[in-house]
């Protein structure tokens, strides 16, 4: 069994909708919770960063853990066809050594116009 | 602008061969990643260097090699014993091992084993 189980996807909205997009983790260990965002061919960017359980806001987005629950969320609200990607979700015990987080398969996201 | 370039963005690669990928950041950060992705998979770690003249293995480090010789630079050969090159290959880098947790990464590679 995979540390971190993402939801597959792929996710397909129309514009204006609100996407959810989320993660499941086994180890209780983690800490601190990522989301990037990889366009088709790039590289990942983080879009957001979340310590502890709670909710983090930035313009569209929200990004909510429950460590409870080991379950972590995205929120896009009024999704925009610029927002189609795959997003990742990643996790890590520490504020430190960035490159070893433990990354979730990613769901591909396509809001159509 | 600061910023991790890779190249190439393409490679083509006989059977037999080592191939090596560039991977050069300017934005002075001490730790530096190679991941390897799949389709519809997620990022695995290959090597990492937190210092100049010094690397580690990662999940899938069998079949790859690294260098870390100068701060901004951490190229990866590809050798002939990875038994299934053929990936996007991603490198990143993050300031410092102590610090935020953000990575920066690089556009990629696309290795394809002919």
């Known amino acids: 069994q995979k540390e971190v189980e993402q939801d597959p996807g792929p996710l397909s909205v129309p514009e204006g909708a609100i996407v959810s997009l989320n993660c499941t983790y086994s180890?209780?260990?983690?800490?601190?919770f990522m989301w990037y965002r990889q366009y088709s061919r790039k590289g990942p960017e983080l879009l957001m960063y979340?310590?502890?359980?709670g909710n983090k806001e930035d313009g569209r987005f929200t990004a909510q853990v429950d460590k409870s629950s080991k379950y972590i969320s995205l929120f896009i609200r009024d999704s925009q066809p610029s927002d189609s990607a795959t997003y990742l979700c990643a996790m890590s015990r520490y504020n430190t050594n960035a490159g070893k987080s433990t990354f979730g398969d990613g769901t591909t996201l396509t809001v159509k116009p | 602008d600061g910023g991790i370039t890779q190249s190439p963005k393409y490679l083509f690669r006989k059977e037999g061969q080592n191939v090596t990928l560039s991977c050069e950041q300017n934005l002075n950060h001490d730790a530096m990643y190679w991941y390897r992705q799949d389709p519809g998979q997620g990022l695995r770690l290959i090597y990492y260097s937190q210092i100049v003249n010094d690397f580690q293995k990662g999940d899938i480090a069998e079949g790859y090699s690294v260098s870390r010789e100068k701060k901004e630079s951490f190229p990866l050969t590809v050798t002939s014993a990875q038994k299934n090159p053929t990936a996007f290959y991603l490198c990143?880098?993050?300031?410092?091992?102590?610090?935020?947790?953000?990575?920066?990464f690089g556009e990629g590679s696309r290795l394809t084993v002919l």
């Open positions: 990143a880098s993050s300031l410092d091992t102590l610090g935020a947790g953000e990575l920066f």
């Open positions: 180890n209780s260990a983690f800490q601190y």
């Open positions: 979340t310590y502890s359980s």
